[in-house]
T-cell receptor, first 114, second 112 residues
Framework: NAGVTQTPKFRVLKTGQSMTLLCAQD?????MYWYRQDPGMGLRLIHY???????AKGEVPDGYNVSRLKKQNFLLGLESAAPSQTSVYFC?????????????FGPGTRLTVL | DAKTTQPTSMDCAEGRAANLPCNHS???????VYWYRQIHSQGPQYIIH???NNETNEMASLIITEDRKSSTLILPHATLRDTAVYYC?????????????FGKGTLLTVNP
């Protein structure tokens, strides 16, 4: 099993450009999450999904959109990138119910917005 | 979610036990204690969690005080690969609360 994979690993954008980060998991997990991590800070939840076709806002959702068209994939979109979105983005997944907080994380995507 | 307090950093000698403390005095009766770690530049890794009983798995042991206001994560024989930031997180398990709130954690450095 590959676990949780993220594409791309690195990306540099110019202000105003758009991009989509892809997260894929092969563990048949119901829940998926997108976090961002800034230097010296813990992870902050951007959006999450409790099942195919559903999404919900986390604590820092502004400037991002997400989609969960297939159970195994969770996409994070930046429509008009801003320097404040320079960060490391982590995707995670988990089973539902009592195991929802035992999350499996991907390796991260390092995004720089110039 | 209850707030946690962890030391900023700790050192441990290789082969010795690493004991990482966490204070969570405002924890509610049905909130769990979760521990994750993050090795440099990697995604966080789940370690262990517990409600009120002590727990042990292949990675670590979790000791929760009787009043549940604090806990200790124990790595019994620390290795250099255990150097990481360790996060203590308080959260409901399952239900409608899916948020894990990661603070700044404790940087554990295991020295040879």
């Amino acid at each position: 099993n590959a676990g949780v994979t993220q594409t791309p690993k690195f990306r540099v954008l110019k202000t105003g450009q758009s991009m989509t980060l892809l997260c894929a998991q092969d563990m048949n997990h119901e829940y998926m999450y997108w976090y961002r991590q800034d230097p010296g800070m813990g992870l902050r939840l951007i959006h999450y999904s409790v099942g195919e076709g559903t999404t919900a806002k986390g604590e820092v959702p502004d400037g991002y959109n997400v989609s969960r068209l297939k159970k195994q994939n969770f996409l994070l979109g930046l429509e008009s990138a801003a320097p404040s979105q320079t960060s490391v983005y982590f995707c995670a997944s988990s089973y539902r119910g009592l195991a929802a907080n035992e999350q499996f994380f991907g390796p991260g995507t390092r995004l720089t917005v110039l | 979610d209850a707030k946690t307090t962890q030391p900023t950093s700790m050192d441990c000698a290789e082969g010795r036990a690493a004991n990482l403390p966490c204070n969570h005095s405002t924890i509610s009766g049905n909130e769990y204690v979760y521990w994750y770690r993050q090795i440099h530049s990697q995604g966080p890794q789940y370690i262990i969690h517990g409600l009120k009983n002590n727990e042990t798995n292949e990675m670590a042991s979790l000791i929760i005080t009787e009043d549940r206001k604090s806990s200790t994560l124990i790595l019994p024989h620390a290795t250099l690969r255990d150097t990481a930031v360790y996060y203590c997180i308080i959260s409901y398990s399952g239900g409608s609360n899916y948020k894990l709130t990661f603070g700044k954690g404790t940087l554990l450095t295991v020295n040879p």
